[in-house]
């Protein structure tokens, strides 16, 4: 059974620009969630969608969106890029609505790093 | 606002020796604790989670200590081997459906 893969595996954009980040979750699990990774700032919780709909949200600008489409797969947005915005970006599946608690694990992929220049 | 604060931020192990993480949270409403183990290059992997009705838990030679009435957990690694070397994430939320909020890490070296 495969993992929950990202693509791109690495992306290098420039201030201003606008940046996709795509996530398909394992088979089956219809829960995903985005994180950031940082060494300065840790793991952090994006957004979680589930069945299309976005159920959580971080303490994230606008300028992070994203959404989920009918088979799971996961999309993530940034827009006006900024410096700061550098990090691994991973995204995490589950099988039902209460991803991350004892009856639903969460599995994440390998991330996404971005680099902004 | 960190609301789960991990300790320390690194330590290096010999070879059998014993690794210990702490974990102090804030809000009383987390009611599971997870705790993610991390390879360089690799995302966070769920490696064992305790909820606060039990004070401890242990797989293999890993162990989660947990004191409701402080409000800590901790993260014990017996018998410690270069393979555990990696970086080691507690984290916390509401059984009810919620985000996870991880603690900052602890890079954990296991020196042969």
């Known amino acids: 059974k495969a993992g929950v893969t990202q693509t791109p595996r690495y992306l290098i954009k420039t201030r201003g620009q606008q940046v996709t980040l795509s996530c398909s979750p394992i088979?089956?699990?219809?829960?995903v969630s985005w994180y950031q990774q940082t060494p300065g700032q840790g793991l952090q919780f994006l957004f979680e969608?589930?069945?299309?709909?976005?159920?959580n949200k971080g303490n994230f600008p606008g300028r992070f969106s994203g959404r989920q489409f009918s088979n799971s797969r996961s999309e993530m947005n940034v827009s006006t890029l900024e410096l700061g915005d550098s990090a691994l970006y991973l995204c995490?599946?589950?099988?039902?609505?209460?991803?991350?608690?004892?009856?639903?694990?969460?599995?994440f992929g390998s991330g996404t790093q971005l680099s902004v220049l | 606002q960190q609301q789960v604060k991990q300790s320390p931020q690194s330590l290096i192990v010999q070879k059998g020796g014993i690794s210990i993480i702490n974990c102090a949270y804030e809000?009383?409403?987390?009611?599971?604790f997870p705790w993610y183990q991390q390879f360089p290059g690799k995302g966070p992997a769920l490696l064992i989670a305790?909820?606060?009705?039990?004070s401890e838990k242990k797989e293999g030679r890993f162990t989660i200590s947990f004191n409701k009435s402080a409000k800590q957990f901790s993260l014990h690694i017996m018998d410690s081997q270069p393979g555990d070397s990696a970086t080691y994430f507690c984290?916390?939320?509401?059984?009810?459906?919620?985000?996870?909020?991880f603690g900052g890490g602890t890079r954990v070296l296991v020196k042969p």
């Open positions: 995490a599946s589950s099988l039902g609505i209460f991803s991350g608690t004892a009856n639903e694990k969460l599995f």
């Open positions: 088979s089956g699990h219809r829960s």
């Open positions: 969608y589930f069945s299309e709909t976005q159920r």
């Open positions: 809000n009383t409403a987390f009611d599971y």
């Open positions: 305790i909820r606060p009705d039990v």
């Open positions: 984290a916390a939320t509401k059984a009810a459906g919620n985000k996870l909020t």
